[in-house]
């Protein structure tokens, strides 16, 4: 029975990863069709949201009938607990992936963002794809040194999101209201984004180490 019990926490770590995978692959493909102006990307990235979507809820079904057939206590209770909560973590950063694509669709043939802005969104860009791979890897490795990447890296979308927002708010903005609000939404969606893989990081480095890390993304 408990050889049983330990393939199906090992498929739950599988399915993690798989989902991880697509989130990566999802906000590659975004971030390309918003910066590039991309419709063929964005309607990809939009349609292959409700994959992920599926393949998280098939991952939140197999983890309660654990729950519930092998009433798991200690470490493995906090190992199906967590898969609940970063499996919900990974669907919302599929949701940012789509709304960035969505912005990118909604605004073609024109880009999204105001010439002045655009480096901006491509280092923002660039650091979410990065975060995302990494964190496909933390999942698979459960190398810790990843976590602390990912929450470094973080830092750095943190301070480009709030690079945006005194750009739109300063007097030499020339955008208009639209741009203002795509703009914001945008960074918005990028910054969310890593902030739900700062969250999945720490969640695996809690059960990894037993330490929890407090911070804002929590």
Do not use: C
């Not at 999802?26 to 971030?31: L, R």
């Not at 918005?188 to 929890?212: M, P």
């Amino acid at each position: 029975m408990r050889e049983v019990f330990q393939q199906e926490l090992a498929e739950v770590q599988e399915r993690l990863v798989e989902i991880s995978r697509l989130v990566a692959i999802s906000i590659d493909k975004a971030t390309r069709a918003f910066n590039e102006s991309d419709v063929g990307l964005a309607e990809e990235v939009i349609a292959d949201d409700d994959k992920i979507d599926l393949l998280t809820v098939e991952l939140d079904e197999l983890a309660i009938t654990i729950l519930a057939r092998q009433q798991p206590v200690a470490r493995d209770l906090r190992i199906v607990v967590s898969a609940l909560r970063i499996s919900a973590s990974l669907e919302r950063m599929g949701d940012m992936s789509t709304h960035i694509a969505q912005l990118a669709r909604y605004r073609f043939p024109d880009k999204v963002i105001p010439k002045s802005l655009r480096p901006t969104f491509r280092q923002m860009g660039a650091l979410d794809v990065e975060i995302a791979n990494k964190l496909t890897e933390l999942l698979t490795t459960e190398d810790m040194h990843l976590a602390e990447t990912i929450r470094n890296e973080d830092d750095k979308v943190d301070a480009l999101h709030l690079s945006v927002f005194d750009a739109v708010l300063g007097e030499t903005w020339k955008g208009q209201a639209a741009d203002t609000v795509d703009a914001t939404l945008a960074s918005r969606y990028h910054e969310r984004f890593a902030d739900h893989a700062v969250s999945i990081a720490k969640k695996v480095q809690y059960l990894g180490t037993g330490d929890w890390h407090q911070d804002s993304n929590a």
